[in-house]
Every structure is written in C-alpha cells, then in structure tokens.
C-alpha cells in the first residue's frame, strides 16, 4: 500500500460547481497537511496548509482533516477555470522532518 | 515577484551529456531540496541540503549528485543522463523544518520547475 493515495482524475466539472479532491494516507506519523496546486508546466504552489483535524476555511477553499480515518480532503466551492490545475495532497510527520510525502495528484478541469 | 527561481524553464541536453540545473532563492532559507516529477506522477525527493549540510535520499541515484555554494544558490547535476531521467525538476525551499511552528510560511515554497527532455 502506497503511504499516500490520491485518485488521479481527471475531474471535470461545470464552472460553478462544488469540487471535492481527497487523499488517503496509512502513516499514522503525518501530522501536518498541504494541498498544493499545480499549474500545467509549472511548480506546485502551496494552496492549503493544516494540522489538527478539522475544517480550514479560506476563500472558496476549505480543506478538512480527519486523522482517526487517514483522510483529507480540499473543497473548491464556485469552481472557476482558473481552478483548472493538478491538484497534489502532501503530508509530513512532525519536527524534525524534511521529507514531503505527495499523493500523484488529481488534475481538475473547470469547464466554462 | 518570483521567490524560487530556476534556469532554465526547458533543457535539452543529449544522452550522456551532463547537464546543471540552476536554482537560486530570495527567501534566505535554509533548506533547499530537488524534487524529480514524473508525468503523472507525485514529486520525489532526490536530496537536500540544510545550510551546507547535504542529504541523499537512499534511492537517489549515483547520477545525480548537487552543489551548494552559498545560501541562494543549489544546482543540480546529472553526470551521464538517460532517457529515463526526462522529467520536471524542481527545486523548493524553507525555514528551518524542525519548529513547531504552525503556519503555512515553514513549508515547502517551489520554483516553477525545469523541465529536461534527453534525445
């Protein structure tokens, strides 16, 4: 099993439309959650950032943690076409940690 | 303005040739990490350096190896690259990873990435 799982896609949905991208993870060491977006033929850039479980809310993005069942996710409310991009979870574990574990990514379509 | 940059956007270098990739920051971070990405696939860590402290990641191959100089610049080398090391490079920064401070400005900030085709 993969330390963290992502659903590739693609996703394509009307512009409007509520987006939900998800990730799985099995290393129960993660305690901090990114979601990046990745622009075609671009780096990622940071999106979302949590820790605790919950909901994060910021603009038309939340992102929602759930540790007891290794799942998060990043909801993309009035998707836009400039929403269109690949979509990467990542997570590391606590101090001390370098490594950047990322789910391969779910590209999204917006579709005007 | 652009806080991770990477020359070149695009690299063509034949097969066997070597080939550096550049990266320099404005941050003044500490860290800096090489990234390779796949199509399609999740980013991998190759290695990192914390100030002039380098770090392999096991499974880095012996091809590729980095530089430090001072703490903007990182470069990437490829000694003899292989049609299996097409891919997107990426080099990203941040503070120091070991505070436990929650905030979204101690992670990974990357730049756009060098893209690196070998024919």
């Known amino acids: 099993q993969k330390e963290v799982e992502q659903d590739p896609g693609p996703l394509s949905v009307p512009e409007g439309a509520i987006v939900s991208l998800n990730c799985t993870y099995s290393?129960?060491?993660?305690?901090?959650f990114m979601w990046y977006r990745q622009y075609s033929r671009k780096g990622p850039e940071l999106l979302m950032y949590t820790y605790s479980s919950g909901n994060k809310e910021d603009g038309r993005f939340t992102a929602q943690v759930d540790k007891s069942s290794k799942y998060i996710s990043l909801f993309i409310r009035d998707s836009q076409p400039s929403d269109s991009a690949t979509y990467l979870c990542a997570m590391r574990s606590g101090a001390g940690s370098y490594q950047l574990t990322f789910g391969k990514g779910t590209k999204l379509s917006v579709i005007p | 303005d652009a806080m991770v940059i990477q020359n070149p956007r695009y690299q063509v270098t034949q097969f066997g040739k070597p080939v550096t990739l550049s990266c320099s920051q404005t941050l003044n971070h500490n860290v800096m990490y090489w990234y390779q990405q796949k199509s399609s696939q999740a980013p991998k860590l190759l290695f990192h350096?914390?100030?002039?402290?380098?770090?392999n990641e096991a499974d880095t191959p012996d091809n590729f190896q980095s530089r430090r100089p001072n703490t903007s610049f990182c470069f990437l080398d490829i000694r003899s690259p292989g049609l299996g090391d097409a891919a997107m490079y990426l080099c990203?920064?941040?503070?120091?990873?070991?505070?436990?401070?929650?905030?979204?400005?101690?992670?990974?900030?990357f730049g756009q990435g060098t893209r690196l085709t070998v024919v």
């Open positions: 290393n129960s060491a993660f305690q901090y």
């Open positions: 990203a920064t941040s503070r120091e990873p070991w505070t436990v401070i929650l905030g979204g400005d101690t992670e990974a900030f």
């Open positions: 350096y914390y100030d002039k402290d380098f770090n």
